[in-house]
């Protein structure tokens, strides 16, 4: 089964080396039997699922939220980042505990209506995903000029041709070398010499606007920060990889880092594009504005790492986002999965990935659609549904029967539904904002 | 509307669907509350009897308990009761209980018969005379379906799959809050390598339920037979002395794999716990790297001194207690204890030879040979290119160590689906 297979892959375990040794601190090893297996196989869900978070929609959100707003965004970084923290903690926790993935739980507690409820909720969401990482490789091949009309086709073949042959795994490392063209970013944010005493403020100090484009972009960054596919992935990653309550403390430590991390990354993205971008007051219409943020760094050759590096990451998630789809609700009706078995034995497993697959791509060939916006209105959709899904997590993490000792505790409860309330609110406001405000003829300034 | 007064033998059947949500009325017909779920008693009966009713009382939000005695007339559409009197205190459980909405539905359960994990999605009962009982389980879309959409619209068109319920295994760890004695003696009666696809597709509190009420040693094959993750999450989360028995039983070789895919205080916990001779076996293993011959090996293996007769040797095999899963090639040592290794017979050499013949004129003394530090991939290669059963593995001296068996070599050589459709050789 490819899911499996992808924190099996070397390359993860190359990109996840640093946190070995940290990891080192905790085991003592035995003798000569390194269990360098055993630690990559506690370690890796959560370093995957946190590093998917910076796909193409968060490329994109992350610049244009630098190039439009500067530093003054990043305090919700931060924020965001804690509230992804407590998210996966509670369901990496919840594999631990129950050995299910989160579609199962639902379904167990909630009954089928509900289930209904939240497999559409996903399907939705991880739809619009896919659209969007198919809309990354459109943008990363016409950053070199071949039209997407030539360029999504292909790929979505090849990665249906390659997820259902069973070898997308052989592919995916040269994906994932790819993606480490991100790394530039914070390279060239220093080589772009911004203010670090702002840049350290901003993240420290709340500021607001009251105007669509600001919360616009607010619930964009919590959207692909929090990634709804993000929690039912680390939380599946745990149950496949058979951590028990027993290393979940492996597990913990491994989600803070992995969070963390990726929001780190994600915070040189802001910073490198404020510096390049938001100084010169040049917003983000193409993929090749974005590619200024690493002119400090590559110069005249800032598109092509630009466009390497959003391939990789787009490509990677077009290819485990509609698989993880499809097993998940599959999963959540108790029908046959896997690409193990063939159309025949799970039709409807097999229905899904091709839908998802065909329709992220048939969307992206529009004529004229604005492959940025785009990006970022897949966002902002994720961050509307993500209360609705959260509410189904913390309720579950919660259940002394589900979790029994390892339930949530009540300070944590506190802070798992105040992420629900701030990201709930935001969604409101930004609906009240774009939708009602217009009506009653008020406008917001912006 | 089906009535509960059937004459003679005349069995009604209700799916669970339909009956929640039944209006509960007292013997004067004035509605007191709605069905919320049913008690039954599990564990004493194959088909387990109905005991009570939880009703949701207006005005009062937590379910009460209303005795299966106290219902005068039962259909899927109203419950009459004999009495207007209801125990309004809230509903506690005693061991033995289970809900069938709460605990039942949406729940995965084993399909002995069909030998596959299947989700329920809605139940049968079946009404005898005065009594109710469970009989089904419903793993149908329709099922599904009639619990999502209104009643109208699917008004039993569509096809049921209903599984009887003396076939099947449900969990006790799926219901944390009582205590429940669930002895799986039907899943016991399956082949370890049926056992193990049924228990892969279980998350992993239910799948070390089932292993902890198997026999030890048919719990050590099943281990064997799983995917390592599963495998050590079950070891993992079993009490450290019921893990110690499986270990026990299981092949040296893969109790070992198995252990060192867990954390240091754990195994020394399990190796505490574990039989001496078996944990220094293991111990033993452990220090070799996996990749090695070392690493690949079994310590169980069966050797003999060169001076024997063939007779003394068979008499030695016939009195050992415990043999190894395969014994076709015998390792000769030029003395005992602490010999080198000098040859090889075959068990059909011993047993095609005179009695009184010695062992050093029977065997074969030239011998492919691994080191421990071997590479596993080399030493499967020799073995699978020379059509060997096993081969011996030494030390520096020529003390033989452990044997790899064509099995292990196997798993380095051939990817994962490839050996699932092999026949196991030696089992």
Redo the contacts between chains.
Sequence with gaps: MALRDVWRSPVFQWMVRPWVTFRDRF?????????L??FL?ILGPGMVAANAGNDAGGIATYASVGASYGYEMLWMLALSTVSLIVVQEMCARMGAV???GLS?LI??QF???WT?FAMLTLLVANGLTTISEFAGVAASFELVGISRYITVPISALIIWSLVTQGSYVKVERVFLVMTLAFFAYPISAVLAHPDWGEVVRSTLIPSFQMNTEFIFLFVATIGTTITPYMQVFVQSSV?????????YRYERAEVILGSVFSNLVALFIIVSTAATLYVNHITINTAADAAIALEPLAGRFAGLLFGVGLLGASMLAAGVLPLATAFSITEA??WEKGV?LNPKEAPAFYYLFTALIVIGAAVTLVPNLPLIQLLLVVQVVNGLLLPALLVFIVQLASDR?VM?NYRNGFGFNVLAWGTVIVVGGLAILLILATVVAPMLGWSPSG | MVSSTTRGGATVLYYLSEVIGARVKSPAAAPLGTLRDLVVQVGAEPFPRVKGFLVIVGGITAPVYVAWDAVDRFSNRELLLSTSRLDLRSFERRDGEVLLAKDILDKQIVDVAGRRVVRVNDAQLAQYQRVLRLVAADVSTAGFLARVLPRWVIDNRLQRELISWSQVEFFASEVPQVKLTIPHNKIARLHPADIAELVQELAYPQASEVLASLEDDVAADTVEELEPSLSTAIISSLPPEDAADILDEMDPDDAADLLGELPVDQVQGLLKEMGADEAAQVQQLLTYPEDSAGGMMTTDFVAFPEQLTVHQALSRLRRRAELPDQIWYLYVLDREPNGRLVGVASLRDLVTSPPESLIKDIMTRDIFRAQASDPAEEVARTIAHYNLLAMPVVDDADHLLGVVTVDDAIDVILPEEWQRRLPKLFR
């Design positions: 085991l003592i090893k035995l003798p000569q039997r390194i269990p297996a055993a196989a129950t050995g299910k199962e379904r167990e009954g089928p209506r209904v149950v496949e990889k058979g951590i028990t309550v027993r290393e009706f108790g193990s029967s029994g």
